[in-house]
């Protein structure tokens, strides 16, 4: 094996494709090699968490207070704000 340069498919910049970035895709049985280079494959993963991710507002089973949340909450475990979180330690 030896590094490859390839073409990023968002920027049309070039970008090199390593022996130790071909090996890992090879251990993890990744069948294609990468199409974007890394700095498009960062950031189209920053802005895929920012859509895919809800925040549910609650109220804080401590205090009272209105907080927003990044998971549905069930009723079976109490929800807290951050303040309440950290004097808890968690």
Known sequence: ???????????????????QEQ??????GFQNEPTRCLDCRKIRRQHNNREERKFYT?????????TQVPFKPTGI????????????GL
Do not use: H, S
């Open 58 to 66: 609650v109220n804080c089973d401590e205090c009272g207070i209105e």
């Open 23 to 28: 090996e890992f895709f090879e251990e993890k």
């Open 1 to 19: 094996m030896e590094d490859k340069v390839l073409i990023c498919k968002d920027c049309g910049r070039e970008f090199v494709f390593t022996v």
């Open 77 to 88: 475990k109490p929800v807290y704000c951050r303040d309440c979180m950290q004097k808890k």
